[in-house]
């Protein structure tokens, strides 16, 4: 079980609306499209995490437990806020945001049974975590984002690595019922579930992106674009291996670096944010 005192809601405004740019990493259409179409399915998909937790929270007799959901919880809204700013901010560019989180909103509606979303939440909670990893042992990656940018996505990648294992906790309390095999495949089905129709949309909300930076998706484009999921700086290429982990019948989220690692983060985040923005010392509460 998580530690809730890991869990720190940080109640930070970052400002991206008033600081809104286009090609914001290093003036790559491609490396900003990767990051600015994960923000397309945050508001949706945080939202609905907060939701499927939310429904068993009451069910919980371990007090711990209740507190892990309640930290995750805020630390969720606290994200929904920043990202549904940072939507606003690629409107206001041109970007057709609507249209690219679309499949998005129905996607999410279309699961209704409580224990199918919480299977789908641990699954995009696990992609969340593995991409906040990498962010957190690369920070390079971020070096030459504009920095409101850079801030938001470092603060993003340290909080869902101090909730990254809520949602499994979570699932397993809330299924005393079932078998170790039953529980491992309804994990596999959630992922299965997830998995592939996030990458048809995120493929499709490409075009739609580049489309309003009067970006033609030819041939040129896409080989290129493999080139950075998949070659260097090879971001999809580099989270592959901890995605497939989830596959393991033994899995478990936490890493023994984990705590290193969201050690640097705080220390980067009370160093890195402006006087009076909100951020907390590193380890205490915001």
């Known amino acids: 079980m998580a530690n809730p005192d890991d869990i720190i809601p940080r109640d930070i405004r970052f400002g ?41 929270a009451a ?38 945001v609507e249209a690219m989180e ?9 699961v209704k049974n409580p224990l199918h979303r919480l299977a789908i ?9 593995t991409l906040s990893t990498l962010t957190l042992r690369h920070p390079d990656l971020l070096d030459k984002a504009a920095p409101a940018y850079r801030r938001l996505w470092m603060w993003h990648a340290l909080e869902e690595l101090e909730h990254k294992a809520v949602a499994l906790d979570v699932l397993q309390a809330a299924t005393p019922e079932m078998s170790r095999w039953q529980r491992y495949m309804l994990r596999v089905l959630g ?26 998706t030819g041939l040129r ?6 080139w950075v999921t998949l070659g260097y700086p090879g971001y999809w290429r580099r989270c592959l291996p901890n995605v497939l982990r989830y596959y393991l019948p033994g899995f478990d989220p936490r890493n023994s670096d984990d705590a290193e690692l969201m050690r640097k983060g705080r220390e980067w985040l009370a160093n890195d944010m402006p006087p009076g923005s909100g951020a907390a010392p590193a380890g205490k509460a915001g």
């Open 121 to 129: 939440t641990c699954a995009i909670e696990h992609m969340t975590a």
């Open 16 to 56: 991206i609306l008033g600081n809104a740019q286009r090609h914001w990493l290093e003036d790559d259409i491609i490396k900003t499209v990767l990051i600015d179409g994960l923000s397309v399915f945050l508001p949706e998909g945080e939202r609905f995490f907060i939701r499927s937790l939310k429904h068993y």
């Open 102 to 110: 679309k499949p998005i909103r129905f996607g999410f509606e279309v």
């Open 59 to 96: 069910k919980m007799p371990d007090r711990q437990m209740a507190a892990e959901i309640n930290g995750y919880a805020v630390q969720e809204a606290f994200h929904t806020r920043e990202h549904e700013e940072y939507n606003r901010a690629m409107m206001s560019l041109g970007y057709d």
């Open 191 to 216: 992922m299965n579930g997830t998995l592939l129709p996030f990458l048809v949309i995120f493929l499709r909300n490409v075009p739609i992106y580049a489309r309003a930076d009067g970006v033609k």
């Open 221 to 226: 484009f896409w080989l290129r674009f493999i």
